[in-house]
């Protein structure tokens, strides 16, 4: 999965959740953007463009308190 369909995939949960998700590109350095899900939860995201690494997908998810299942 790439860092776009995470984004996406984040958003149509915050919709059907009716949770606050923004996604920030100017809140990181260089291809690096920060993900808000809700008030409490944010990840940073490296290159949207890229493959996202099993364990940093895994991490990513911990960081806004979700499942794989739930996306």
């Not at 493959?51 to 990513?60: I, V």
């Given at each position: 999965?790439?860092?776009?369909?995470?984004?996406?995939?984040?958003?149509?949960?915050?919709?059907?959740?009716?949770?606050?998700?923004?996604?920030?590109?100017?809140?990181?350095?260089g291809?690096?953007?920060?993900?808000?899900?809700?008030n409490?939860?944010?990840?940073?995201?490296?290159?949207?463009?890229?493959?996202?690494?099993?364990?940093?997908?895994?991490?990513?998810?911990?960081?806004?308190?979700?499942?794989?299942?739930?996306?």
């Open positions: 999965m790439k860092g776009n369909e995470f984004i996406r995939r984040i958003r149509k949960y915050g919709k059907r959740h009716n949770m606050y998700v923004q996604w920030m590109s100017e809140r990181g350095k291809s690096h953007g920060t993900l808000y899900l809700g409490n939860h944010h990840t940073i995201i490296r290159n949207p463009k890229e493959e996202l690494k099993t364990g940093t997908f895994n991490a990513m998810l911990k960081q806004l308190g979700l499942k794989k299942e739930d996306i």
